[in-house]
């Protein structure tokens, strides 16, 4: 009577509870990625920002004098030459450099996605020989505000090259979170990396526990 109980039966029984709480789709669509949206024109019907609610959980944020939440990922929208210069020069004199301000601080993932107009920062190359870009001094004055961003880690892109693929390729593997409410032995197995990230209302079967500390991975509750 005194025989501890067998961890594989524990973890049968917790699965079996956990499989008969079925969360509803409110629940399960709360584990997307969150994702600060700052949309520079204030538009509302901007059909970017529904695409980017197919794939996270979108915070829209434009309060001019609180500080942003601390999320991972940001996004502004329709950027210009003026939060670029005064992004890579530190000034934030405006609602929208204050946020970048604070989130380059905070060490958040800053993308910027430029304006129509603006879209010829994103080039690659200061000797691009298209005639719709003539002035090439002018052009590599901002090419030298656009690589002081990105030493601070920001990047410039078409909206086209964001989206949760390209930013789960940016993400080091600690920062991959298991969504699942249930963490068994064998999800730890079959887990890529090397820190498996887990919620703090996440279930984790002892024989996971011991699975982990066996393959030498890492657990970490966010």
Known sequence: MNERPNREVIEQIVIE????LKPSESIQSSHKPGLLVVNMDHSAN??????????????NFSNPYGLPPKMTDAVFLNITQDLLVKGALGIADTPESRILAQ????????RL???????????????????LYQNKIYMNHFYQYKTKLEMFGVKIQHFNEFSPI??????QIDDVLFNKKLLTQKDVETFAGEVISVRHST????????????LGKRLCIV
Do not use: C, M, Y
């Open 166 to 171: 390209k930013a789960e390729e940016d993400n």
């Open 203 to 214: 279930v984790i079967t002892p024989l996971a526990r011991d699975t982990i500390k066996k």
């Open 17 to 20: 509870v956990i499989n008969r």
């Open 46 to 59: 901007d059909s970017r920002i529904q695409q980017l609610t197919n794939h996270w959980q979108v915070v």
């Open 113 to 131: 996605i430029p304006a129509k107009s603006f879209e010829w920062i994103i080039s690659s190359s200061r000797n691009d020989d298209s005639n």
């Open 103 to 110: 989130l380059i601080v905070q060490g958040s993932r800053v």
